[in-house]
């Protein structure tokens, strides 16, 4: 069953909220996938440069520092991440001494994740970096953009989610 209240219609037709597009360069989808793609080349580039983590092992650091116990496929879902690939950064972390498994509390027979004391270090200096970058993307624009930003980008990703959610048939 389709949810028509989600649609807006097509560029160029009544209803269309899409700006003019001639190229796949237009399209608003790719433009913010190049601006995620540009974020995770520099972080990519500064995570391994200063803190020896690639961009996914700092992502899942932070993950778990954040919502401690954290269960892997919690953390899975969150990445988006396949449990291979998740499996190998948490290897990695571990092997670094970054994170540790434990009991999970609400489950025994299962194990969370949870930062070691260098995790927490790590994860506060990256954290400051990650700040500081963040001020440098959003230089040219003011305050009250950054804040409409936020919330425009807040309400997308709940939408997105939603819509994969109901096309891959869960909730």
């Not at 919690?74 to 498994?101: C, F, H, T, W």
């Not at 994740?113 to 440098?136: D, F, H, I, Q």
């Not at 624009?141 to 939408?159: C, K, P, S, Y």
């Amino acid at each position: 069953m389709r949810d028509d209240s989600m649609e807006t219609g097509s560029p160029g037709q009544p209803g269309g909220k899409h700006p003019p597009v001639s190229t796949i360069e237009d399209v608003i989808t790719f433009r913010l996938q190049r601006l995620v793609a540009i974020g995770d080349r520099a972080g990519n580039h500064w995570s391994e440069r200063l803190f020896d983590l690639t961009i996914n092992e700092w992502r899942l650091l932070a993950l778990v520092k954040g919502r401690a116990p954290a269960r892997a496929g919690e953390m899975a879902e969150l990445l988006y991440m396949d449990k291979s690939q998740l499996s190998r950064v948490i290897k990695a972390l571990q092997k670094k001494g970054l994170i540790r498994n434990t009991p999970d509390p609400n489950d025994g027979r299962a194990v969370a994740l949870m930062p070691t004391a260098k995790g927490k270090r790590l994860y506060s200096a990256m954290m400051e970096e990650v700040l500081r970058g963040n001020e440098r993307v959003l230089a040219p624009l003011t305050e009250e953009e950054v804040a409409f930003f936020d919330d425009i980008l807040g309400r997308l990703i709940a939408h997105s989610q939603a819509l994969l959610e109901a096309r891959l048939g869960q909730k």
